[in-house]
């Protein structure tokens, strides 16, 4: 175990014991298995973390829509810094979002984070480590299977958060990141990266829960927008006869 990890050894460890508790709880109900036991803790953590991964969320979120306008302001300004900084106060200040806001709640769930990767990645498996096709979860998937969803999950989850009028960088993170994803979990233990999907499909559930609300109005302003349109359409052929 490396610097950092021996720094979250008691966390490691934690998470670890909650593993064999969670797989000797499913023995008794006569289903022992590590990756289910891996999932259950997995949920169990995002949902613990919840309220901090919806303030990071909406922060970040805020920020990725604001782009186009921020960067108006920096070819506006790029020769008065100062009037730049006053501006882009202001433009926080209208759009009620707090740069610094998603940089706490990050802070706080990093080491939790940090320490799941150590533990799934120096689990000891006491009882039988196989999961469907995969013999051991501490070994890579021979069949690659977990690596490809892995790389789905996360550009379904970056999708969610990616603003449609977001600027070509974003894009381009919502892209790339996936493909990362999928490049490191390829020779990572199965047990890490059915952590990393479980996660993922947490996450998924928890944003649509978040921004259910902001759908609805988006989807009535559009069908508002197609109606006026059409109004403005029947009005133009009235005229035209």
């Known amino acids: 175990m490396d610097f950092f990890g021996s720094l979250l050894n008691p966390i490691v460890h934690l ?13 008794g109900a006569g289903f ?11 949920i169990i953590i995002k949902m613990a973390l919840y309220p901090l991964t919806a303030k990071q969320i909406k922060s970040m979120k805020g920020l990725q829509e604001l782009q186009p306008k921020m960067k108006k302001l920096q070819d506006q300004y790029k020769n008065n810094p100062q009037q730049l900084q006053q501006e882009m106060a202001k433009l926080y200040e209208s759009a009620g979002v707090n740069p610094l806001a ?6 706080v769930q990093m080491p939790i984070l940090m320490a799941i990767y150590y533990a799934l990645r ?9 999961f469907f096709w995969i013999s051991s979860l ?5 069949l690659h299977i977990l690596p490809i969803v892995s790389a789905l999950t996360t550009y379904v989850v ?3 958060t990616t603003p449609s009028e977001g600027g070509s960088q974003a894009k381009m993170m919502a892209y790339m990141m996936p493909l990362f994803i999928g490049w490191i979990s390829w020779n990572f ?28 109005n988006e989807d009535a302003k559009s069908a508002k927008k197609e109606q006026k349109m059409d109004k403005d359409s029947a009005k133009g052929k009235k005229k035209g006869k």
């Not at 022992?32 to 997995?42: D, R």
């Not at 499909?201 to 259910?212: D, H, Y």
């Open 15 to 27: 998470f670890q014991t909650g593993i064999n508790v969670l797989y000797e709880f499913l023995s």
């Open 32 to 42: 022992p298995n590590y990756g289910v036991a891996i999932i259950l803790l997995t």
């Open 102 to 107: 998603g940089c706490l709640p990050l802070l």
């Open 122 to 130: 120096d689990m000891t498996y006491e009882g039988d480590p196989s």
């Open 138 to 142: 501490s070994e890579a998937d021979p």
């Open 158 to 160: 970056s999708m969610q």
């Open 189 to 216: 233990a199965a047990g890490l990266v059915l952590y990393w999907i479980t996660m993922n499909f947490v996450q998924g559930l928890q944003q649509w829960w978040m921004f259910r609300d902001e759908k609805k």
